[in-house]
């Protein structure tokens, strides 16, 4: 029997849960070509509302077409800009030959290198000259809107780890040159949206930034604990199997409401469930299963850590509410408040810890328990 729960791929139809109104509002913005960027800490599920709203807007907007560019493994501004051609094309275009045609009309001063697998179904590979695009750009950059008004259709164009970009060698003045293309652009919209939440405020929303309200900014919250009890106890309830309300909260508790461990929880607590209901105790022992599971990894990320800042995350896991008072500073072996700001400010940008309007909290709520229960026990 299948297992009913997905975590670690982009979820789709029965397996999307909530973020209606997000997605009601994220396919808006595609018909309408508006840009919109979406913040939230990692695995809260932005490539599954992306790829739900996507579906939703291409199938009110026949005119639409969604090109989706993952910079997940892109370090340089060359490497973008093949990733970002490379989509564009595969986006636009119905079949291999089309895309070769596009290719040859809409190039003329960068004229790339075309590679095709021996099957006419793979897609094809784009090589550009590298000292050619850093002199001139402009093609590719204005690929979308020119193929958009070319053919007469839409293009919202969809970058997945776009705080990649912080990476290049001048990325100011790659974000410059951007915003200098793309807030030109009127048939063509983009969603920028990213895995580490920090560098992604840091670039869309310091008005120091030349990507400042750059659009409309869509922050994810988590997903409230009642809409993850019905998802757990319908998808439990589709493969014949059962679980008590209890049981339910108690998955979404352990997980702390975070998406992608509720499903991970909820489908380990399935597997070990008989025919009958799934109950708290099993949830229990799932839950330990888990952690003892990434035991291992969390060791490993501990090891990386400096005292100094073990000592903050000590203190944040017992619940501390000020860190940098003298008291707490002192039972905590926390040399000094600056010592506790610098560790607070390295642990966010390691995506270790969420500050969030001067609330403290930890991005993986399996880590915190692991460190609580095992690390400083």
């Known amino acids: 029997m299948e297992a009913p729960f997905i975590f670690g791929k982009i979820a789709t139809d029965e397996n999307f849960t909530d973020r209606e109104q997000e997605a009601a509002r994220l396919s808006s913005n595609f018909e309408s070509l508006i840009n919109t960027i979406i913040i939230s800490p990692r695995r809260w599920g932005k490539s599954s509302l992306v790829h739900r709203a996507a579906t939703i807007a291409a199938e009110q907007d026949t005119r639409l077409r969604i090109c989706t560019v993952d910079l997940f493994n892109v370090k340089t501004e060359e490497q973008f800009y093949n990733a970002f051609a490379r989509s564009i094309i595969k986006g636009t275009s119905g079949k291999w030959d089309e895309a070769v045609e596009t290719v040859r009309k809409f190039f003329s001063r960068l004229m790339p290198r075309i590679t095709i ?3 006419p179904s793979n897609e094809i590979s784009l090589d550009f000259d590298w000292e050619d695009v850093k ?4 093609e590719i950059l204005d690929l979308p809107e020119r193929i ?14 776009f705080q990649n970009i912080t990476e290049f060698d001048d990325p100011l003045f790659f974000q410059r040159r951007l915003r200098a293309h793309w807030q030109r652009h009127h048939k063509t919209g983009y969603c920028l949206y990213g895995s580490k939440r920090h560098m992604m405020l840091e670039v869309f929303t ?8 750059f659009g409309d900014i869509l922050f994810l919250d988590k997903i409230d604990t009642e809409h993850l009890v019905a998802f757990i106890k319908e998808r439990f309830s589709s493969t014949g199997k059962s679980v008590s309300d209890d049981a339910a909260r108690r998955i979404v508790l352990l997980a702390d409401n975070h998406p ?3 499903q991970q929880l909820a489908q380990l607590s399935w597997l070990r469930s008989t025919r009958e209901e799934c109950t708290v105790e099993t949830v229990n022992q799932a839950h330990i299963s888990l952690v003892e599971q990434l035991s291992l990894l969390f060791t490993n990320l501990t090891e990386t850590l400096t005292f100094q800042q073990l000592c903050y995350l000590n203190a944040v896991v017992a619940g501390e509410k000020a860190v940098s008072n003298a008291e707490t500073l ?13 560790s607070l400010k390295t642990l966010t940008a390691r995506e270790i810890l969420d500050n969030r309007n001067g609330k403290v909290t930890f991005q993986d709520p399996l880590f915190a328990y692991w460190l609580k229960h095992s690390y400083f026990l």
């Open 206 to 213: 310091d008005s120091s930034m030349p990507l400042y309200k």
């Open 117 to 119: 697998g021996t099957d």
């Open 148 to 161: 958009a008004q070319e053919k007469d259709i839409k293009v919202m164009v969809c970058i997945d780890e």
């Open 330 to 342: 002192h039972k905590y072996h926390i040399s000094s408040a600056t010592s506790a700001s610098r």
């Open 135 to 138: 002199r001139d750009p402009d």
């Open 260 to 262: 992608y461990y509720v």
